[in-house]
């Protein structure tokens, strides 16, 4: 079983960055594949970014240039950099893992078998 447990969401003005961690708790951590998603207020939960246990990773459109995810493999530490943020980044931003079979970022969200509770994160303009 792993378990995930994020921190470092707030509340930041537009312009304005953060950085989220997601803490792991199994020692193979490394092989996973790792994701951070968001769920705003009446939207569904989107996939922003991925790491692959390659250390590739994928964003989508609309973090890119702006958000970086990375991983601590000693630490079982997961990251999201947000820099830029926007109004519109306002939302519950979850890490998420699956057990790596070489497809990550198009995995389908339903795969990831392991969540943490969520960090919340609010931008005002």
């Known amino acids: 079983q792993v378990q995930l447990v994020e921190s470092g969401g707030g509340s930041v003005q537009a312009g304005g960055s953060l950085r989220l961690s997601c803490s792991a708790s199994?020692?193979?951590?490394?092989?996973?594949?790792m994701g951070w998603f968001r769920q705003a207020p009446g939207k569904e939960r989107e996939r922003i970014a991925t790491i692959r246990s390659d250390g590739r990773t994928r964003y989508t459109d609309s973090v890119k240039g702006r958000f970086t995810i990375s991983k601590d493999n000693a630490k079982n530490t997961l990251y999201l950099d947000m820099n830029s943020l926007k109004p519109e980044d306002t939302a519950m931003y979850y890490c998420a893992a699956r057990r790596s079979d070489g497809i990550c970022y198009l995995a389908h969200i339903s795969t990831y078998a392991y969540w943490g509770q969520g960090t919340l994160v609010t931008v005002s303009s």
């Open positions: 199994v020692y193979t951590y490394s092989s996973y594949c």
